[in-house]
């Protein structure tokens, strides 16, 4: 089973030379950490940041530069720091070319919901449906299911959606997955989880093709 350092590191292995990526908050914020040496990503934040680059490592932290998340962030060499109507801008004008979110439930087509549980105080959806609306390619980190163990990969989301038929591929802590029209198809299993765990932890629709390998985390 993957922590959350270990799926965004295997979701860094997503990325390719030259993309602009949209990193939101929680688990994905931590692929900044993993990006291939050698490789060139922007790293864009929808509160008005293009170019960032790891955490800071504690101690010399700036707490004038955050992420969208409101945490402390380093900037690369050339980044540059503007306003959020700006940064709004560059994605809903499909200047992103991978959004990577976190989920609360995502559905067997690629419906997502990530932004609320009804009755539950939230402060706002943030650039959520923006980022679904507009990104090229859509990558979800997520925990396969909840605190009392039901599946959050689901036939049909529950709770209120932030975007239809929009999420490409899946890294949960159990594997590794397509959304295809057929349902989520398994790609890699995390290591020491089973395709039998997969299978009777996933309510949605499974594929299963072959030997699934267990996936490689350095």
């Known amino acids: 089973m993957l922590d959350k350092f270990g799926i965004a590191q295997r979701i860094a292995r997503e990325l390719k030379d030259g993309m602009y990526v949209n990193l939101g908050i929680g688990i994905p914020t931590l692929v900044a950490n993993y990006v291939p040496q050698g490789m060139t990503i922007i790293l ?30 380093t900037t690369l060499p050339g980044s540059s720091i503007f306003d959020s109507a700006m940064s709004f801008g560059m994605i809903r004008a499909g200047k992103v070319d991978l959004t990577v979110l976190g989920a609360m439930e995502v559905a067997d087509n690629g419906d997502i919901a990530n932004w609320k549980v009804p009755g ?47 999420v490409k591929k899946i890294v949960s802590d159990l594997g590794v997955f397509d959304v295809t029209p057929n349902g989520f198809k398994l790609l890699e299993r995390a290591p020491g989880i089973s395709v039998e765990e997969i299978k009777a932890k996933t309510e949605g629709r499974l594929i299963v093709e072959g030997d699934i390998p267990e996936m490689i985390i350095n």
Request: charged letters at 20%.
């Open 44 to 73: 864009q934040s929808e509160n008005g940041l293009l170019g960032m680059g790891p955490f800071p490592v504690e101690g010399e932290e700036d707490p004038d530069t955050i992420n969208a998340g409101k945490q402390t962030i």
């Open 120 to 166: 539950k105080m939230v402060k706002g959806m943030g650039g959520a449906m923006d980022l679904v609306a507009s990104a090229k390619n859509i990558i979800v980190a997520m925990q396969h299911c909840d605190k009392a163990g039901n599946s959050k990969l689901l036939k049909k989301c529950s709770l209120p959606i932030t975007g239809l038929g929009c």
